[in-house]
């Protein structure tokens, strides 16, 4: 894998951890805020600010009236997808006695590294 293709990845770990973020904050609370958001990923919220504003920029979110950050529909389809696979790895882990720490940061890097076609063949083949 090349340098470029690792920084892609990586940046494209860091928008669906967001994303995800973001949703679960907002299912939770109703809306989201830079300092949930910041508390929850356990960043500064200007780290959270710079990548809000990347996110804005490539149209996956966007700020309401009062400044609280919404998903766009572009958004929530990454959003629905990553939380589906987490939940997903996050379940089956824990259905195997993984205490729920563990299976939630090994769900969470499982998310990332597995393709959109083998997640599907996977449900198929488990039955979910």
């Known amino acids: 894998m090349t340098k470029a293709e690792k920084q892609k990845v990586i940046k494209d770990e860091t928008r669906d951890n967001y994303l995800k ?3 679960l904050t907002m299912t939770e609370n109703g809306c989201a805020r830079a300092c949930d958001i910041a508390k ?3 960043v500064s ?3 959270v600010s710079v990548h809000l504003r ?3 920029d490539e149209g996956y979110i966007y700020r309401n009236e009062e400044n609280r950050i919404c998903l766009t529909r572009k958004g929530k389809v990454i ?3 990553i939380s589906e696979k987490f939940l997903f790895f996050r ?3 824990m259905s195997l006695d993984i205490d729920e720490q563990t299976a939630e940061e090994d769900a969470c890097r499982m998310e990332h590294a597995l393709s959109d ?3 599907v063949s996977l449900k198929k ?4």
């Open 21 to 23: 973020t973001i949703k």
């Open 40 to 42: 929850r990923l356990g």
């Open 45 to 47: 919220k200007p780290t």
């Open 54 to 56: 990347h996110l804005e």
């Open 79 to 81: 959003a629905n997808d």
């Open 91 to 93: 379940e089956i882990l």
């Open 117 to 119: 076609k083998s997640f």
């Open 125 to 128: 083949y488990i039955g979910k």
